[in-house]
């Protein structure tokens, strides 16, 4: 499955933004679809994720301002950020579990964001 995101850019500090993700194919069989960031000089980040039969998880540096969802029938993944911070600025990426693997086995080229002050 190959992924692309879209929807980064430029954005003011307590800005939303909402980023995409788009599949080659069905999501509909994907056990676990996920957002990940990471930022210069720092390990990438789980940031959301969402499961079967709708579970969902945030870190909790975005819990209360993030949201993620996906719509099966457009092959999608959003991730609705609210209240950006400067600390959000990262290169996002999706990532979903097609194979019953411990990590995810499909990414995405990721898009940036960067939150100004």
């Known amino acids: 499955v190959q992924l692309v995101e879209s929807g980064g850019g430029l954005v003011q500090a307590g800005g939303s933004l909402r980023l995409s993700c788009v599949a080659s194919?069905?999501?509909?069989?994907?056990?676990?679809m996920a957002w990940y960031r990471q930022a210069p000089r720092k390990d990438r980040e789980l940031v959301a994720a969402?499961?079967?039969?709708?579970?969902?998880y945030y870190a909790d540096s975005v819990k209360g301002r993030f949201l993620v969802s996906r719509d099966n029938a457009k092959k999608s993944l959003y991730l609705e950020m609210n209240s950006v911070q400067p600390e959000d600025t990262a290169m996002y990426c999706c990532?979903?579990?097609?194979?019953?693997?411990?990590?995810?086995?499909?990414w995405g080229q990721g898009t940036q964001v960067t939150v100004s002050a």
């Open positions: 194919e069905s999501i509909n069989n994907i056990r676990a």
């Open positions: 990532a979903a579990w097609v194979a019953a693997t411990m990590v995810p086995d499909s």
């Open positions: 969402t499961g079967i039969g709708d579970s969902t």
